[in-house]
């Protein structure tokens, strides 16, 4: 098949914005069931699809699928993955690639050695690593997916490396700087060579998490590597570390660990997003606790009500379940206000943040909360969530709030307000969907219909997960401030994604206004 400059640009697709779950174990026991636990415990990361590798010698075993992993995996699913090692995927919907089962992950390849892989985050140069692949290293690509072109690049890096036949560490080690050389992003990946190992590394920045972990048993050291150290802790394996930033960690088929720093200038830059939303709270990400940090958010907000809003009449303060509760006791706590539970979550409705579409997202708002009419009768409440994005869900449980008969709501957000598009791995990616973007405070309460709104400080964001480790000195705050840590993100690059997003229309500054007031006339805004 001849490919064309054009077929480049149209298999950009901006659904490849993945915030995903990954989990990787090497075992000395059949490695199927844990590898399905691992990623139960990982499927608030996503939700639309889920695969599972396992390896048996030099053979491969694989099932993916679109669907939750419950759905995904059967018994005679389960049997057919073979093998004492093994990786797993789960991926969210996003609005290119939600109903797309040949995007589910592991991916493979079978040049120059059979490699399988997983991937969470996003390479921002897609485009043109898809070009050097097929032009200069003759490779060929499937999908649009840009884990199937760091694969491909992975791969090629292997076959290049100078050095013997035999695939060893040092080799592996090399073609991994290979990838960081050539590869502009986030990403966190695990991988498995047939025959020889499991690779696991991270970005130069680590802007996406992985953790490592290990047990002992009769037989000798397990391994484990995953997004979050809460499914080490489901799986009984004790949390050794996290990969550092360009770092790689290769288990090999005789059970020994290695690793090495493979980037020439890493430096720690973590994803704050993770802290606030992403990720669970039972979970430590850079040595962070989640939990910890988004009571510290709590406090800190608490702060800022004292400083500047002493004059808001608050009877009770309600979370946004699930997210928000640390965030939203500590307030209370903090301000000697009673903290109320004054929504109940239909746990069988997925997360709205994640859910493609605009009616679906709105839709599904009602479905998944309803007010307990006792806690807002009459009540100045104050509504705590743990972030606005869109903008829609906000307005919804405001509304609710007023239906069930409080007096006055007020909305506080642990976080700044989202103006900017994250562009490395979460799915919130145009300025106009965005609803903090060319608004002030004011009139974003107008827009979600809170008589006032109280966002969190980025500095004191900072602040909450700083404190609790020092070492970390720098985050990825791109989605509030248009900082972006790789320092390649360009406006051109925005306004691609934009264009794609709209179907290939490029947005102007009167297009998003337009889109604004006639989402504000129809009562939609951006969630």
Not at 22 to 31: E, K, L
Not at 478 to 493: H, I, K, P, R
């Given at each position: 098949?001849?490919?064309?400059?054009?077929?480049?640009?149209?298999?950009?697709?901006?659904?490849?914005?993945?915030?995903?779950?990954?989990?990787?174990?090497?075992?000395?026991?059949?490695?199927?069931?844990?590898?399905?636990?691992?990623?139960?415990?990982?499927?608030?990361?996503?939700?639309?699809?889920?695969?599972?590798?396992?390896?048996?010698?030099?053979?491969?075993?694989?099932?993916?699928?679109?669907?939750?992993?419950?759905?995904?995996?059967?018994?005679?699913?389960?049997?057919?993955?073979?093998?004492?090692?093994?990786?797993?995927?789960?991926?969210?919907?996003?609005?290119?690639?939600?109903?797309?089962?040949?995007?589910?992950?592991?991916?493979?390849?079978?040049?120059?050695?059979?490699?399988?892989?997983?991937?969470?985050?996003?390479?921002?140069?897609?485009?043109?690593?898809?070009?050097?692949?097929?032009?200069?290293?003759?490779?060929?690509?499937?999908?649009?997916?840009?884990?199937?072109?760091?694969?491909?690049?992975?791969?090629?890096?292997?076959?290049?490396?100078?050095?013997?036949?035999?695939?060893?560490?040092?080799?592996?080690?090399?073609?991994?700087?290979?990838?960081?050389?050539?590869?502009?992003?986030?990403?966190?990946?695990?991988?498995?060579?047939?025959?020889?190992?499991?690779?696991?590394?991270?970005?130069?920045?680590?802007?996406?998490?992985?953790?490592?972990?290990?047990?002992?048993?009769?037989?000798?050291?397990?391994?484990?590597?995953?997004?979050?150290?809460?499914?080490?802790?489901?799986?009984?394996?004790?949390?050794?570390?996290?990969?550092?930033?360009?770092?790689?960690?290769?288990?090999?088929?005789?059970?020994?660990?290695?690793?090495?720093?493979?980037?020439?200038?890493?430096?720690?830059?973590?994803?704050?997003?993770?802290?606030?939303?992403?990720?669970?709270?039972?979970?430590?990400?850079?040595?962070?606790?989640?939990?910890?940090?988004?009571?510290?958010?709590?406090?800190?907000?608490?702060?800022?009500?004292?400083?500047?809003?002493?004059?808001?009449?608050?009877?009770?303060?309600?979370?946004?379940?699930?997210?928000?509760?640390?965030?939203?006791?500590?307030?209370?706590?903090?301000?000697?206000?009673?903290?109320?539970?004054?929504?109940?979550?239909?746990?069988?409705?997925?997360?709205?943040?994640?859910?493609?579409?605009?009616?679906?997202?709105k839709k599904s708002v009602r479905q998944k909360l309803n007010a307990i009419g006792m806690e807002f009768r009459n009540k100045n409440v104050l509504l705590v969530d743990d972030s606005i994005v869109r903008g829609t869900t906000s307005r919804e449980i405001v509304q609710m709030a007023r239906d069930a008969g409080a007096h006055r709501v007020f909305f506080a957000s642990a976080a700044p307000p989202v103006r900017f598009p994250n562009v490395y791995g979460i799915d919130m990616p145009t300025r106009q969907e965005l609803l903090a973007t060319g608004?002030?405070?004011?009139?974003?309460?107008?827009?979600?219909?809170?008589?006032?709104?109280?966002?969190?400080?980025?500095?004191?964001?900072?602040?909450?997960?700083?404190?609790?480790?020092?070492?970390?000195?720098?985050?990825?705050?791109?989605?509030?401030?248009?900082?972006?840590?790789?320092?390649?993100?360009?406006?051109?690059?925005?306004?691609?994604?934009?264009?794609?997003?709209?179907?290939?229309?490029?947005?102007?500054?009167?297009?998003?206004?337009?889109?604004?007031?006639?989402?504000?006339?129809?009562?939609?805004?951006?969630?």
């Open positions: 098949m001849r490919w064309r400059q054009a077929d480049w640009e149209n298999l950009y697709i901006i659904g490849n914005l993945d915030m995903c779950g990954i989990i990787g174990i090497v075992s000395h026991s059949p490695v199927n069931q844990l590898l399905y636990d691992g990623l139960l415990v990982l499927q608030h990361r996503g939700q639309d699809a889920a695969g599972i590798v396992t390896a048996e010698g030099n053979v491969f075993h694989m099932h993916k699928a679109n669907g939750l992993v419950r759905d995904v995996f059967r018994t005679r699913d389960m049997r057919n993955l073979l093998g004492n090692s093994g990786i797993g995927h789960v991926r969210y919907p996003t609005a290119g690639n939600a109903s797309s089962s040949a995007e589910a992950q592991p991916f493979y390849v079978n040049s120059p050695f059979g490699i399988v892989l997983a991937h969470n985050g996003n390479l921002i140069n897609t485009d043109q690593l898809k070009e050097d692949l097929y032009r200069l290293d003759l490779r060929h690509v499937n999908t649009a997916s840009d884990s199937e072109v760091l694969l491909n690049v992975l791969a090629h890096e292997l076959a290049a490396v100078d050095g013997r036949q035999q695939l060893e560490a040092e080799r592996i080690f090399a073609a991994v700087a290979g990838v960081h050389r050539r590869c502009r992003g986030a990403y966190a990946v695990v991988a498995m060579i047939a025959g020889h190992g499991l690779l696991a590394f991270r970005d130069p920045y680590g802007i996406r998490p992985l953790v490592i972990g290990e047990r002992q048993t009769e037989l000798g050291t397990e391994y484990m590597v995953a997004s979050e150290s809460v499914a080490l802790d489901v799986l009984d394996f004790r949390v050794v570390r996290d990969v550092m930033p360009g770092e790689a960690v290769f288990i090999d088929r005789d059970g020994r660990m290695h690793s090495r720093q493979c980037s020439e200038q890493p430096k720690y830059a973590p994803c704050i997003f993770e802290y606030v939303y992403l990720a669970r709270p039972d979970s430590v990400i850079d040595g962070v606790s989640v939990y910890e940090t988004r009571l510290r958010m709590g406090e800190r907000l608490a702060e800022k009500i004292r400083r500047e809003w002493a004059d808001v009449p608050i009877d009770a303060v309600i979370p946004i379940p699930d997210t928000s509760r640390p965030s939203a006791m500590q307030l209370a706590n903090a301000l000697g206000l009673p903290y109320r539970e004054g929504f109940i979550k239909n746990r069988y409705i997925g997360r709205t943040f994640i859910m493609p579409g605009q009616a679906m997202r608004r002030t405070d004011v009139e974003i309460a107008h827009e979600i219909g809170a008589d006032a709104l109280i966002y969190q400080d980025l500095d004191a964001l900072i602040g909450a997960v700083r404190e609790l480790r020092p070492l970390l000195t720098h985050f990825d705050t791109s989605c509030f401030n248009g900082v972006y840590v790789t320092g390649d993100v360009t406006e051109a690059y925005l306004d691609q994604i934009e264009a794609a997003r709209n179907g290939g229309r490029a947005s102007s500054t009167l297009d998003t206004l337009q889109l604004d007031l006639n989402l504000s006339s129809s009562g939609r805004n951006a969630a």
